[in-house]
């Protein structure tokens, strides 16, 4: 992953409140614990973006309502200058559907057609435009409030 400026994680993810250090994401065949000195795959000099859509990424817990102490917050700690994340378990399809407008929407924003680098800056304007294109998609029902409100970005 350190090859990259940015990464995308689609998986599950566990966030330890009593000890943030063991909050992790579980890949398929490895786990990567969010632990200090265990950030040897982040080689990377400058990231772009992380796009965490994991279960509860970005929930921190009740007693530290003020306090950022959450994945997301993990990922800005280890250098990347935007993540988008999500607070709570999101469904396959919509998360599929709201990646595919995020990146659609990066790519379109390209001045160059024929520039292929990765630019991630205006990464909270796309994931806007991705969640207003699945607001559009759903019913006006709490449980279409519940699937798309958890997607939040934070950085600059």
Request: charged share 20%; hydrophobic share 40%; net charge negative.
């Amino acid at each position: 992953m350190g090859d990259f400026s940015s990464v995308h994680m689609a998986c599950h993810a566990s966030q330890n409140a009593a000890d943030p250090l063991r909050s992790r994401f579980f890949m398929h065949n490895r786990q990567f614990v969010r632990a200090t000195g265990s950030h040897r795959w982040l080689k990377c000099v400058e990231f772009q973006v992380a796009f965490l859509s994991a279960c509860q990424a970005s929930t921190g817990e009740e007693t530290l309502s003020d306090e950022a102490v959450h994945l997301a917050a993990g990922m800005l700690a280890a250098g990347y200058r935007r993540v988008v994340a999500t607070m709570w378990s999101i469904g396959d399809a919509p998360a599929q559907e709201v990646a595919k407008d995020f990146y659609e929407y990066l790519w379109s924003q390209k001045e160059d057609n024929i520039d292929t680098t990765f630019d991630g800056t205006l990464s909270a304007y796309a994931i806007h435009h991705a969640v207003q294109r699945l607001r559009l998609r759903l019913d006006n029902t709490e449980r279409s409030l519940l699937t798309w409100i958890p997607y939040v970005h934070f950085g600059y």
